[in-house]
């Protein structure tokens, strides 16, 4: 069982280039989402989705998109990077959002914006 | 805005002590809190959750407190091991669900052999 695998580990781009950070999720879960992680800072979630076709906006989505065309997919687009994109992102899923089941992570994409 | 924070960034411990991780949360809607570790270099792993409905709970070797009136959650691990050694997060759920988490900012664990 693989879980929530994110591709790819490292990174790094040009100010103005574009890119996708894929992740996929084998165990069925409904709910998949997006964070970053900054020294400092903890967690911030930047889009989530509770469904296939279902996406929302976290709490720091400006220079993100997402789409959720299956259940077990959730890439996260940089359409123009910045170097304040500049973060290891972590992908989660959850198999509800009601549930007080755990939220499992993928190890990480260490994206770096020169 | 609210938001949950540490009281302490690090914290030594010696192996086979125990160790209190404590974390203040501000948002009075919150009825949800999760404590998750994070090794390095990986992604955060599950380590226990505790609704506001209850005051404590216990998996192996950790416990969960949660107190409403002054919004205090606090992680303890029993017989710290080495293996302990990591960051510590506290994340709140103003929805009550795991879906849209709130992080803390983390404290290291360290444990001394």
């Known amino acids: 069982n693989a879980g929530v695998t994110q591709t790819p580990k490292f990174q790094v781009l040009k100010t103005g280039q574009s890119m996708t950070l894929q992740c996929a999720q084998d165990?069925?879960?409904?709910?998949m989402s997006w964070y970053r992680q900054d020294p400092g800072m903890g967690l911030r979630l930047i889009h989530y989705?509770?469904?296939?076709?279902?996406?929302d906006q976290g709490e720091v989505p400006n220079g993100y998109n997402v789409s959720r065309s299956t259940t077990e997919d959730f890439p996260l687009r940089l359409l123009s990077a910045a170097p304040s994109q500049t973060s290891v992102y972590f992908c989660?899923?959850?198999?509800?959002?009601?549930?007080?089941?755990?939220?499992?992570f993928g190890e990480g994409s260490r994206l770096t914006v020169l | 805005g609210e938001s949950v924070g540490l009281h302490l960034p690090t914290l030594s411990v010696q192996e086979g002590d125990n160790s209190i991780i404590n974390c203040a949360y501000s948002n009075s809607a919150s009825d949800y809190f999760i404590w998750y570790k994070q090794e390095s270099g990986k992604g955060p792993q599950f380590i226990i959750d505790?609704?506001?409905?209850?005051d404590k709970r216990q998996g192996q070797r950790v416990t969960v407190l949660l107190n409403k009136t002054v919004k205090h959650l606090s992680l303890q691990i029993a017989a710290t091991q080495p293996g302990d050694s990591a960051v510590y997060f506290c994340a709140e759920s103003p929805g009550g669900s795991q879906g849209n988490l709130i992080f803390g900012k983390g404290t290291k664990l360290s444990v001394k052999p």
């Open positions: 165990m069925n879960h409904e709910y």
């Open positions: 505790i609704r506001s409905n209850m």
């Open positions: 989705s509770v469904g296939a076709g279902i996406t």
């Open positions: 989660a899923s959850s198999y509800s959002t009601g549930s007080t089941g755990e939220l499992f």
